[in-house]
């Protein structure tokens, strides 16, 4: 598993163009899909740490 810096890391970062701000994480569980909303400025700033979550399989980050 890896943490969503983590993955985004991997993916060579953000471009000029995405919005941070509105990153979202998809997870199903028990068949229903859930949006779990990431501040990218926020978790590097160091003030919600606890965003930085694991992403299990299956889960889809989507930066728009």
Do not use: C, F, Q, W
Request: charged residues 20%; without cysteine.
């Amino acid at each position: 598993y890896v943490t969503v810096l983590e993955a985004l890391a991997l993916a060579h970062g953000l471009t000029p163009y995405a919005r941070g701000s509105d990153i979202v994480i998809l997870r199903r569980t028990d068949g229903k899909e859930r949006r779990i909303p990431i501040s990218y400025p926020r978790l590097v700033a160091g003030t919600r740490p606890a965003m930085n979550l694991y992403l299990l399989r299956g889960a889809g980050v989507i930066v728009p």
